[in-house]
């Protein structure tokens, strides 16, 4: 085990001598793409010289702790659901949401998801209290001294173990549903008028009845999450801490939020000090492909390839699908490379062939790479930007609606819908970002944006990850907003304040008006007299 680690540890402790600084990370993960994307970042850490300690859960997705070459080291949670439980829990969410949803009324997805959240929020608490319960590894923890911890909000528990331990924390975060998290934890500011929720779809220029609609989400999220957290975690967190307080308070201490996009893909939006656009941080030159891909790409001349992927979750799909997307690839003259681990569909045309894996990056970056087809979650979408690829979006779940809505706005990508994917569908979608220059123009104008920037996002995270190891904090950068109440914070007592002046002194004016008016006409009437 320890032979394997040479070589990292080597190279960190070189780093660690040139810098003169090497602290030590603890990591509250988040499963599957957020893994793949915050092991880019742990990885950097560890290379510039920072011991990386990661808390997983005994049953995971994508979390391979066994792995003796890996860089980190890993304190296993034993946590009381199996790994059968959870892959059994996410066979039946893919289920719902590739084949039944199409069928469901519009309340029974959001009693889905709502079941779905509970569930997860379950879990997430349940991995928390094995930590909390076993006072052995607080104590070997705090030993450790750790300088940061490193979460994503998705998965509560992580804030809390920062407290716990009273070290910092950073969050590495895409998005959560309304925004409801970064606005009313993080004290985003988010005018509603044109910052479109997360998941509603909506770009940041909204008609009256999308802004109607946008307002009602934030309205909606907040109430209900607000509703959710009392009931589940409020209580718990303050529990555990041993003093009044709520998973909203514990949340909103974070000192940097690394946000996993960029304004290529983001809408120009306010934002606070500390939160850095990082999207993208991942994204690397492409490497040459294996011997045999290589050829096989080569073979497709002056047609070039299509790259089709939906993500690491996502292995199979129904025959039905299966088939109604192979005919459609089969129908293009370009080759495909298509990662999918179910049956091979009898469709299946001489120009696609089937992966268990594939090198995306590496083919996003190839020469004769034309068009990405992509289910939408933001590590894939970013390597198409970072290399310039047009996209056609076939979005299934979670964040994928929107980042699919967010790339179509800005001219790169095609949406087709899943429930309703038909085989001319996609030929059509595929055809016209390979053949209408306007989605490559607009995909290389994304991509240079991502290239052009002072600092490259992986320095920039790791800058204020760093940032945070040396200063315990980034509390210069902390908004007094966390303080207010939301009357205050939206003014609303100033303006009661000052609406209360005008009505007394409007008031007063007329009571005064009103005295002269009769003292004249008292007078005119004696005059008269
Ligand atoms: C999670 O759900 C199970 C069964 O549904 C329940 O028994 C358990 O108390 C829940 N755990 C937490 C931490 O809420
Ligand atoms: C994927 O394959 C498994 C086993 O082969 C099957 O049970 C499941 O229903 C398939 N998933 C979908 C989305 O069709
Ligand atoms: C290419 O796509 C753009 C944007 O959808 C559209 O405005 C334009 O008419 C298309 N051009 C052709 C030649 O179809």
Known sequence: MMRSKIPWLLLAYACCWSTGFCGRVVVWPTDASHWINVKVLLQELV???????????????????????????????QVPFSQKTLDALMEDFLNFWLNEVSNAFPWEVMWRMKKDLEVFTNMSKQTCDTLVTNSQLIAKLQQAKFDVLIA?????????????????????????????????????????????????????????MERLQNFLIYLYTDLFFLKVWRDELDEYYSNVLGRPTTLCETIGKAEIWLIRTYWDFEFPRPFLPNFEFVGGLHCQP???????????????????IVVFSLGSMVYNLSDEKSNVIAKALSQLPQKVLWRYKGKKPETLGSNTRIYDWIPQNDLLGHPSAKAFITHGGTNGLYEAIYHGIPMVGIPMFADQHDNIAHVVAKGAAVHVDFNTLKTQDLVDALNTVIYNSTYKENALKLSKIQHDQPVKPLDRAVFWIEFVMRHKGAKHLRPASHHLTWYQYHSLDVLAF??????????????????????CGRIAKRKKE
Do not use: W
């Open 152 to 208: 994503d909000p998705l998965s509560i528990g992580g804030e809390l173990v920062a407290e716990i331990l009273g070290i910092p924390f950073v969050y590495s975060f895409r998005f959560s549903d309304g925004n409801v998290v970064e606005r009313l934890c993080g004290g985003l500011p988010s005018p509603p008028s044109y910052v479109p929720a997360s998941t509603s779809g909506l770009t940041h220029h909204m008609s009256f």
């Open 498 to 519: 000052l609406f209360t002046c005008v009505a007394i002194t409007v008031f007063i004016l007329v009571k005064c008006c009103l005295c002269c008016c009769r003292r």
């Open 286 to 304: 492409a490497k040459p492909l294996p011997k045999e891909m290589e050829e096989f790409v080569q073979s497709s001349g002056e047609h070039g």
């Open 47 to 77: 290379l510039r010289g920072h011991e990386v300690t990661v808390l997983v859960p005994s049953s995971n997705l994508l979390i391979d702790y066994q792995d003796t070459s890996s860089p980190f080291t890993f304190e296993v949670l």
